[in-house]
Each structure stands twice: as structure tokens, then as C-alpha cells.
Nanobody
């Protein structure tokens, strides 16, 4: 199973920006994505990106967040702009292998947006 390590979370004021990174230990031949989970809420998809760069975003982040990946570095990024207090959550990196099998998850990184 691929090991995923997130970084880049922190505390930011509303309207600010953060960039999350997720480095994978092995091949990332598949879809990579970011999910988040706020206290008392279910984990939800934020954005995901395929091997060839096709992307999907949650409606709540469209136009503010951008997902990208560097296949040579086995790394996926999430640029978050115009952050809102409701973006506060633990953000998790996810990898879905192209040929099936179990997903891999990172340990999560906290993002807190103050009003």
C-alpha cells in the first residue's frame, strides 16, 4: 500500500491562502485527491485529479481551490485561496489505484480558518 504524508496545514485568517502537499512513497498510478472532515461531520471529497489531469471539485470550493499533481515526484497539491471559516477541517490525502485495490489515506493535516 502506498504511504501518503501531508504537509502545509495551519491557521490562517479568512480570505487567506494555504497550500497543502501530499507526498507518496510509491507509484501513484491512479487518482489522487483531497478529502476533509470537520468535527461532527462526515468526511467529504474536496477535489481529485486523475493520472492525465482530469479534475473534480466539490461545489463549495470551485473557483477557490486548485488541485494539481507532479507525477515525477509522486506528489499532489491543493492550493486553497479565499479561505472561509467553513473550510476549517482536517484534510486528508487519498490515493485510488487505477487497477483497483484498497485506497491509501494520509494521516491528515489540520486547516483552521479564523473569522
Amino acid at each position: 500500500q502506498v504511504q501518503l504524508v501531508e504537509s502545509g496545514g495551519g491557521l490562517v485568517q479568512a480570505g487567506g491562502s494555504l497550500r497543502l502537499s501530499c507526498a507518496a512513497s510509491g507509484s501513484t498510478f491512479g487518482t489522487m485527491g483531497w478529502y476533509r472532515q470537520a468535527p461532527g461531520s462526515q468526511r467529504e471529497l474536496v477535489a481529485r485529479i486523475s493520472m492525465i489531469g482530469n479534475t473534480n471539485y466539490a461545489d463549495s470550493v470551485k473557483g477557490r481551490f486548485t488541485i494539481s499533481r507532479d507525477n515525477a515526484k509522486n506528489t499532489v497539491y491543493l492550493q486553497m485561496n479565499s479561505l472561509k471559516p467553513e473550510d476549517t477541517a482536517v484534510y486528508y490525502c487519498n490515493f485510488q489505484p487505477f487497477y483497483g485495490g484498497s485506497d491509501s489515506w494520509g494521516q491528515g493535516t489540520q486547516v483552521t480558518v479564523s473569522s
